[in-house]
């Protein structure tokens, strides 16, 4: 074969070659392409899904029920009069329910508060784990039915909003 012939299937080679590599260049971009739009299309479906269930059901707004501060004289051992508790309480409530009833008989829930913390000692209020008690106390004294007959409260939480002792 001559030179000539050998350069002219060369040259008819090369175009061949470059159309060649031009389509699988193509043909790869074209497939990252749609994988790319696949996957950025799934992400806000997913991200719509979980906000479709958030919005079914709402969180439930807290009741709450907030009581005007207590000031009672604490038991000392050596019977100081001048140790004091001042405190503020906000019960969070179930329901609308507890809410109406506790207004209801504000009196007596004051009452029994008044009595529970007049029995506490200044030493256990002083410390983390008298405070977590005196909550659970608290609980406990405001579940019992208020008259007879009537239902027990329900008390999720007692919280404190001004805890001052003196």
């Not at 997913?46 to 269930?53: E, F, H, K, M, R």
């Not at 209801?104 to 983390?128: F, I």
């Amino acid at each position: 074969m001559s030179d000539s012939a050998l350069s002219a299937s060369r040259k008819k080679k090369r175009p061949l070659m470059m159309i060649l590599l031009l389509l699988i260049t193509i043909g790869a971009c074209g497939a990252a392409g749609y994988a790319w739009w696949m996957l950025h299309k799934q992400q806000p479906a997913t991200g719509a899904q979980a906000a479709q269930v958030k919005n079914d059901v709402p969180p439930a707004a807290p009741i709450f029920l907030a009581l005007d501060t207590f000031t009672v004289n604490l038991q000392t051992p050596d019977n100081d009069p001048d140790r004091v508790l001042y405190i503020g309480l906000t019960l969070r409530l179930p329901d609308e329910q507890n809410r109406a009833t506790l207004t209801e008989y504000l009196p007596e829930v004051r009452s029994r508060l008044l009595l529970l913390l007049s029995r506490q000692k200044t030493a256990d209020l002083a410390s983390e784990t008298g405070k977590q008690q005196l909550v659970q106390d608290i609980k406990q004294v405001l579940d019992a039915p208020l008259v007879k007959g009537q239902p027990p409260q329900v008390i999720n939480d007692v919280l404190f909003t001004a805890f001052i002792l003196r």
